[in-house]
């Protein structure tokens, strides 16, 4: 599996694909940076009139659910219907999940179209699979990974979903194992939006790896060890931002291996 994750980074960087982002207005530039900056081709649509026709050239489909409005909502049922029935791979992001009861509304609908990975940090993942009453503080957790772990399990019985689990330890969990990422850095969660950059790597590469719970892993670690990388010439959540991207372009076969903390 180690060897693998590598292979995989190499993979999207060689096969460029190109990612549907339906997304929010607080992440729109940072994740598009992102996506550029390990190797694929973003394009952020989201017009009523064009997102079938988006999602038939993409490679796969980001939906996420941020900055979330009416008409929207709408934008991404046609595209994520469109995306099954093309057999094309997509991520759901449930950003702020039990935050309102219009999220969750709007939550259960597309949930209802099974996404192939969904990825969410703990509160979120939690509410998701609405096991409990936990109260999420608009888009942060305040829950650890390892207690979202029987809700993720849920989801990837009942959605037959790849789900992961964000946080301190990254949890990508499917229906036959669990797997745990301990890399990243504290002071990422003082950047916003790195969890839209994760959700959104993850769609870059389900577009291009067949193995859907490797290709999540790969991503996940690729940002959390970039980060982790990146804090070490960071004075404070600013220049993270653009370290990050810098680490996610430049790092090395190296690198990500020697930092990779994964355990099954
Ligand atoms: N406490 C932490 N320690 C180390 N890395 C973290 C921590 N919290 C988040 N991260 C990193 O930031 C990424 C974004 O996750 P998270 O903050 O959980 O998402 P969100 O912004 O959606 O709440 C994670 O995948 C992980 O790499
Ligand atoms: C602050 C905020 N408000 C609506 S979307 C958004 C960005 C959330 O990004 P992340 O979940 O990656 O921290
Ligand atoms: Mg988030």
């Given at each position: 599996m180690e060897n693998h994750l590598w292979q995989h980074i190499l993979q999207v960087r060689t096969s460029s694909p190109l990612v549907h982002n339906i997304t929010n207005y607080v992440v729109m530039n940072n994740t598009a940076n992102?996506?550029?900056a390990i190797g694929a081709s973003?394009?952020?649509?989201?017009?009523?009139p064009e997102v079938e026709d988006m999602v038939s050239i993409s490679h796969s489909l980001v939906i996420n659910i941020g900055t979330l409005d009416e008409y929207w909502h709408e934008s991404m049922m046609i595209a994520a219907k469109k995306a099954n029935s093309l057999q094309k791979p997509w991520v759901l992001d449930p950003v702020g999940a039990g935050a309102t009861p219009y999220r969750?509304?709007?939550?259960s609908e597309i949930l209802s179209l099974n996404p192939t990975v969904?990825?969410?940090?703990?509160?979120?993942?939690?509410a998701l699979a609405k096991l409990n009453n936990t109260v999420t503080k608009g888009v942060d957790s305040t829950a650890m990974s390892n207690e979202a772990i029987d809700a993720a399990t849920t989801l990837v019985k009942n959605h037959n979903s790849v789900v992961c689990i964000s946080g301190e330890t990254d949890i990508v969990i499917d229906k036959h194992q669990c797997l745990f990422?301990?890399?990243?850095?504290?002071?990422?969660?003082?950047?916003?939006?790195?969890?839209?950059?994760?959700?959104?790597?993850?769609?870059?590469?389900?577009?291009?790896?067949?193995?859907?719970?490797?290709a999540a892993a790969a991503a996940l670690s690729l940002l959390s060890i970039s980060g982790e990388l990146a804090?070490?010439?960071?004075?404070?959540?600013?220049?993270?931002q653009l370290n990050i991207i810098d680490k996610l372009y430049n790092i090395t076969d190296k690198e990500f291996n020697s930092h990779l903390k994964l355990t099954k």
């Open positions: 992102a996506l550029l973003p394009i952020m649509a989201h017009a009523k969750d509304v709007v939550l969904i990825r969410g940090n703990a509160s979120e993942i939690i990422l301990d890399n990243g850095d504290p002071l990422m969660t003082k950047v916003t939006g790195l969890g839209c950059t994760a959700t959104a790597l993850v769609g870059a590469f389900i577009g291009v790896i067949e193995n859907k719970s490797e804090a070490k010439n960071s004075s404070g959540p600013g220049s993270l």
